[in-house]
């Protein structure tokens, strides 16, 4: 397994084949991704937003989209976006990875933490969370517009 960065830190794609490779894993966890999933993807990386890859040869076996930032509550943190495991690959260690190279990612960059917000239903997610040493710190409240 190898873990690749599609985009730089100025939110450019340097991997245009794999992010165009990675759209049928990140809609295994966002089916709602609109159709033109690469303009999509352009204005969430114009907005910080970063895409690592686990691949294996020409395939992708999971994806992070993830970005870095400071706020008055931590100082900066790694938060995750997405993370997902192409289904025919888990319970593999891809997820694991992802996680690791993420960890090493933010301390990199002075990050203090890696933060995520998990929806409610997602209870198999939160197990891998959970043993992965995140702990549950808040809850996060949307209201729709
Ligand atoms: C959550 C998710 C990303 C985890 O990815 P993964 O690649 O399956 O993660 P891992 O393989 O590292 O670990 C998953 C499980 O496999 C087990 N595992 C890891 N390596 C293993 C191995 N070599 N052999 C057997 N089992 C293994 C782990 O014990 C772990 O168990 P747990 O989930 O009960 O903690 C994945 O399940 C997924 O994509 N889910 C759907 C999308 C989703 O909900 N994403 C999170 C959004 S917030």
Redesign the pocket.
Known sequence: MQLIEITDGQGRIIAPDWLQAAEATHR??RPQLPPDYATKMQRVFAQGGRMVLAVDGEAVL?IAVWRCFENTHQGAQVYVDD???DDA????????ALIEWLSARARMLSATALT?D??TQ?R??H??YL?ERFDITSFHFNKNL
């Open positions: 295994q966890l999971g993370l997902v495991t690959h888990r319970s593999q260690g891809v997820g694991h995520l998990s929806g997602r198999e997610a197990r891998f043993r």
